[in-house]
């Protein structure tokens, strides 16, 4: 998700993977090793994040 935005801040990034209920496990695994639903989640995260800016 850096690589969509990487102007974004670790806590923005943080906070935008809350959202879509990534917990502090699960933010730390590769893209493979996620589940399918858990890949729709952080694909719709990663399209919003285009979106949000770092001030």
């Keep these: ?3 969509a935005n990487s102007s974004l801040e670790y ?3 943080r906070q935008q993977l809350g959202q879509f209920l990534f ?7 590769r893209a493979e090793m996620l589940s399918g639903s858990e890949l729709a989640r952080l694909a719709i ?3 919003t994040a285009y979106g ?4």
């Excluded at 917990?23 to 695994?29: L, R, S, V, W």
């Excluded at 949000?52 to 001030?55: A, E, H, I, N, P």
């Design 45 to 47: 995260a990663t399209i």
């Design 1 to 3: 998700m850096q690589k």
């Design 52 to 55: 949000l800016s770092s001030r």
């Design 23 to 29: 917990g502090k496990n699960e933010i730390k695994k």
């Design 11 to 13: 806590q923005l990034l």
